[in-house]
């Protein structure tokens, strides 16, 4: 489907790569119109935009006053794209700041915004700046990137606008989603979805666990529910309230979590581990309270491996069931990250796996995560950044399209017995 895609340029050095990111959404065949503010068009030239996007390209709000122009580009538009998104730009957006024509049209439009952020990693880390993103996340504003990389100077950090392949296929995945994912994409579907942190007991009072609140876990089994998949939710330590017509089945350590979900996985469509499962537990579990030993300032702990059990689906036929893996890792490096993600997906036998940056301060504690998912290719299918149900959204919506092939290969094969 052929979309009406406003690409929004704001005045950064990254603008010479906003061109990459017009052509290649007309080359995917869409309708592109490119609104560069003042201070874009002293980065890139407006005919390279014009002969990029095969369209005219407008700046002034006082011009075309007769086609009401500066509400008419954002009421046609399918999708909005902002790359780059300068802070100042952001911040406008935040207040919904109208003084030019790309602030009109963002104010005069209901179709989803896309931005890429990119600035100096300063810039990007002040609290104003911080706080405008959150604020145009939690009204749905889809933030990609910034990339963590070389920056304009000679510094390098987080700040980088993200590359025009990768803002482009989050746009689109966005589009895709609100046009396509509608509720009731996944009906008839079984989805089992594992959340939380496991708790491997040393003693009836003492356990070892992890920091994983369950939000991005819950957030996925919520989301499939709206969507109208039938949902287990197997919630270590989790005090889930109301998990909204999911089915809950309460578990705490790794072995009893592998037995829900063995059990759980029969039939089911779809299998989604974002449970963070710990790797060993305690060998011996005490019937009574461990003592201080008074002759000792030393404890030491003897432990044992659990089993996989993400890799036990992955490498047991599992035909029908689509597997879905998380990748937590605190590597800082964005490519060295991506590798790691790869070799866990292959090695667990997973068909999509979410890789997700975690730290002190990132991804298990906060409201919002930051994604990249590859495909059973190693490809990156979505990279975003954003609240941990729109980044829900974008894992249900890749296990939809996986869906929907499986359901077009049956049809054709069932068409062609040849
Ligand atoms: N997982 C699992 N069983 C385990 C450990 C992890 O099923 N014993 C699953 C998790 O639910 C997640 C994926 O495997 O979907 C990756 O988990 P992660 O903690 O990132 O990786 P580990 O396998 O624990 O590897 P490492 O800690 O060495 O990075």
């Not at 998104?85 to 952001?90: E, G, L, V």
């Not at 963002?106 to 880390?125: F, G, K, N």
């Not at 287990?232 to 979900?261: F, H, K, T, W, Y």
């Not at 409201?367 to 980044?391: A, M």
């Amino acid at each position: 489907m052929t979309l009406n895609i406003v690409v929004g340029i704001t005045g950064g050095i990254a603008a010479y790569k906003a061109v990459g990111v017009v052509r290649a959404l007309v080359l995917a065949g869409h309708d592109v119109h490119v609104l560069p503010t003042e201070g874009a068009l002293r980065f890139v030239g407006k005919p390279t935009l014009e002969a990029i996007s095969r369209n005219p390209v407008h700046t002034e709000l006082y011009e075309g006053v007769a086609e009401v122009r500066h509400v008419a580009i954002g009421q046609a538009a399918d999708l909005i794209v902002i790359a780059p998104a300068t802070a100042n730009t952001i911040a406008k957006m935040a207040v919904g700041l109208a003084d030019d024509l790309l602030g009109n049209s963002l104010l005069a439009s209901e179709a989803p915004v896309v931005i890429a952020p990119a600035m100096h990693t300063e810039m990007w880390r002040h609290p104003a700046t911080q706080a405008n993103i959150a604020t145009l996340e939690a009204r749905g504003v889809t933030v990609v990137g910034p990339a963590v990389g070389q920056l304009t100077g000679t510094d390098s950090g987080p700040g980088r606008m993200e590359e025009p392949e990768v803002i482009v296929a989050a746009a689109l995945a966005v589009a895709a989603s609100r046009s396509a994912a509608q509720p009731g994409d996944l009906a008839g579907r079984r989805v089992v979805v594992t959340a939380g942190g496991t708790r491997e007991p040393l003693d009836p009072v003492r356990f070892l666990g992890n920091r994983s609140s369950g939000k991005q876990g819950v957030a996925i089994a919520e989301a499939a529910r709206a969507r109208g998949a039938e949902v287990v939710l197997i919630a270590a330590n989790l005090e889930v309230a109301d998990p909204n017509g999911c089915e809950m089945r309460p578990v705490s350590s790794a072995i009893e979590l592998q037995a829900a979900v063995t059990e759980a996985a029969r039939g089911a469509d779809a299998v989604i581990m974002a449970a963070a499962v710990a790797d060993y537990r305690p060998a011996n579990v005490s019937e009574q309270k461990i003592k201080k030993d008074a002759s000792n300032d030393g404890l030491t702990i003897e432990l044992v491996r659990n089993p996989d059990i993400l890799a036990g689906l992955g490498h047991a036929p599992h035909d029908g069931t689509l597997l879905v893996g998380f990748a937590a890792e605190t590597e800082p490096d964005d490519e060295r990250l991506l590798e790691l993600g790869r070799a866990k997906r292959r090695a667990k036998g997973a068909d999509v796996l979410v890789v997700n940056r975690v730290g002190w301060t990132e991804g298990f504690a906060s409201d919002d995560n930051s994604v990249v998912i590859l495909g059973s290719d190693d490809e990156i299918v979505t990279r975003l950044h954003g609240t941990k149900l729109s980044v829900a959204g974008a894992i249900l919506d890749v296990v939809a399209s996986k869906f929907a092939h499986t359901t077009d290969d049956r049809t054709t094969k069932a068409a062609d017995p040849a």
